[in-house]
């Protein structure tokens, strides 16, 4: 392997236990090869341990950020997220206006979500629709031309 795969797998061990991923982006070359040369050259770990923990420390803070900036997953999203796109890529595929797709919401939701659940799903698929833009279609499995297409009827 080399090191870049290296790296990665590193860190399957960690997001396994739902820890913080591992990246050395900024971590300052020079001493990083000092590192790695004094566990090869010299059997010593003690530099390339001080640089592990600086990075894992500095990766730590920058993920949380993204975390929080991102905040946490909708789990009614999660639950649907197969149906709901599925239902979005249908209306878009299909070409439908808006009295088509309520209806076409509507029925998927009678079908294939339990009661207590149906009211939200069909929100959740509106909202989705109308808020559609070119930077989430392909969560959606949407290809830009069957964005463009909708997007210009």
Not at 10 to 35: H, M, T
Not at 92 to 98: A, H, L, T
């Amino acid at each position: 392997m080399n090191k870049r795969v290296s790296r990665l797998a590193a860190n399957l061990p960690l997001i396994r236990e739902n820890l913080s991923p591992l990246s050395f982006v900024d971590v300052p070359e020079q001493p990083y090869i000092d590192g790695v040369l004094g566990v090869y050259e010299l059997n010593r770990i003690e530099l390339l341990r001080d640089i592990f923990v600086w990075a894992y420390e500095r990766s730590c803070a920058r993920y949380a950020a993204v975390r929080q900036s991102l905040g946490e997953p909708d789990p009614f999203r999660l639950r649907y997220r197969t149906l709901l796109a599925e239902v979005v890529s249908g209306i878009v595929d299909s070409g439908m206006d808006k009295k088509a797709a309520t209806a076409f919401i509507k029925r998927r939701a009678v079908e294939d979500v339990p009661q207590e659940d149906q009211a939200r799903f069909i929100e959740v698929v509106e909202t989705t629709v109308m808020n559609l833009h070119e930077g989430n279609i392909a969560r959606y499995r949407l290809r830009p031309s069957q964005y463009q297409k909708r997007k210009a009827t």
